[in-house]
């Protein structure tokens, strides 16, 4: 037990809950150098095209180094494709801690969905035109300083086999 009287397992999935909710927030409102800082050093975002062990072909697969450089062309020089920004809106459901790997690390799932509009000129792909993308993810997160950090994201899209436009926000 905790010290407030909740099961161990219950802190920790409403801490994860808490955590999740604030990487979605931090997406939302355009904060990429703050949800940046949600990775570990070796941490890693990966978006495969078909579910199996790695190496499976990937849609995205960015070491921490990559997701650095693809949060700066984002914030700080002329992505076309996204000028001007996706407004998006995350939805995080069906969260389950699945199994700690060791006492500092445990795997979560859960289920998102990302709503995004593209606001722009009518030259633009997709302007003005709603769109959702759906997803099934799972988390390897760290938790070595008394903070969790991510150390694998990996959301498998449910349309991920068919043609995607446009997927320069981050999902």
Wanted: proline share 7%; hydrophobic share 35%.
């Amino acid at each position: 037990m905790s010290e407030v009287g909740l099961p161990v397992d219950l802190m920790t999935l409403l801490e994860v809950q808490a955590f999740l909710y604030r990487e979605a927030r931090l997406l939302d409102e355009g904060l990429l150098e703050e949800w940046l800082s949600l990775f570990t050093d070796d941490g890693e975002y990966i978006m495969p095209i078909k579910a199996g062990p790695p190496p499976e072909p990937a849609i995205i697969r960015d070491s921490r180094a990559r997701l650095e450089e693809r949060v700066f062309r984002l914030t700080h020089t002329l992505a076309h494709s996204q000028r001007p920004s996706s407004m998006t809106q995350h939805e995080v459901t069906n969260i389950e801690l699945l199994e700690p790997e060791n006492e500092n690390m445990i795997v979560v799932a859960c289920n998102l969905t990302v709503h995004e509009l593209r606001p722009g000129n009518p030259s633009q792909i997709g302007l003005a035109q709603p769109r959702s993308l759906h997803g099934r993810c799972r988390y390897r997160l760290s938790n070595q300083t008394g903070e969790w950090k991510i150390r694998e994201k990996c959301c498998l899209l449910l349309n991920r086999e068919y043609p995607i436009y446009n997927l320069t926000f981050i999902f």
